[in-house]
T-cell receptor, first 114, second 112 residues
Framework: EAQVTQNPRYLITVTGKKLTVTCSQN?????MSWYRQDPGLGLRQIYY???????DKGDVPEGYKVSRKEKRNFPLILESPSPNQTSLYFC?????????????FGSGTRLTVV | GESVGLHLPTLSVQEGDNSIINCAYS??????FIWYKQESGKGPQFIID?????DKRQGQRVTVLLNKTVKHLSLQIAATQPGDSAVYFC???????????FGTGTSLTVIP
């Protein structure tokens, strides 16, 4: 089944403790992206990647890092999480050409930073 | 039932009625638009898209209308069913091709 898989689905952590949210897609998509979803603010893009070793900032990149060493994986790294990063996170992928060909989203990761 | 997107983020309709969800987009350079449906506890799912060289596109029970003059997009759902209850987002590419920008969404509730 074609899908985007995120792990974990739920995570509670403490301020300052580094964490990684993994994202993997099995559709051989070139484009991958991370979004956060907050009430009243909708989906905001954190980082995106056009292909392996090519990443770029979205609208809200502060406090996050990403890497794209392999085509299928696009992990989101929070080096020192803070409570304002409590949110619902979605990974998405798209074929070559970017999101103009439609995204496939993962099921989400609900992160709580205390 | 009809919403005005950002100004009326909730919409309730009777089962079997048609629904209209509206979205005002921001950038006249946007040339590609997508409607997504997000059910509770799930990621957004692609419903239908439209490019700026079109003003109407139809899918199965859904129709998207694009009015570039007033930068307005609407999603029409025919014969709304309980399974249509979800949050609906419009998204625009602002002409960049590399990034998509999502609206805050409209919550649709179908009353049996």
């Amino acid at each position: 089944e074609a899908q985007v898989t995120q792990n974990p689905r739920y995570l509670i952590t403490v301020t300052g403790k580094k964490l990684t949210v993994t994202c993997s897609q099995n559709m051989n998509h070139e484009y991958m992206s991370w979004y956060r979803q907050d009430p009243g603010l909708g989906l905001r893009q954190i980082y995106y990647s056009m292909n392996v070793e090519v990443t770029d900032k979205g609208d809200v990149p502060e406090g996050y890092k990403v890497s794209r060493k392999e085509k299928r994986n696009f992990p989101l790294i929070l080096e020192s999480p803070s409570p304002n990063q409590t949110s619902l996170y979605f990974c998405a992928s798209s074929p070559m050409g970017g999101p103009n060909y439609g995204y496939t989203f993962g099921s989400g990761t609900r992160l709580t930073v205390v | 039932g009809e919403s005005v997107g950002l100004h009326l983020p909730t919409l309730s309709v009777q089962e079997g009625d048609n629904s209209i969800i509206n979205c005002a987009y921001s950038n006249s350079a946007s040339d590609y638009f997508i409607w997504y449906k997000q059910e509770s506890g799930k990621g957004p799912q692609f419903i239908i898209d439209i490019r700026s060289n079109m003003d109407k596109r139809q899918g199965q029970r859904v129709t998207v209308l694009l009015n570039k003059t007033v930068k307005h997009l609407s999603l029409q759902i025919a014969a709304t069913q309980p399974g249509d209850s979800a949050v609906y987002f419009c998204a625009e590419n602002k002409g960049t091709g590399n990034q998509f920008y999502f609206g805050t969404g409209t919550s649709l509730t179908v009353i049996p």
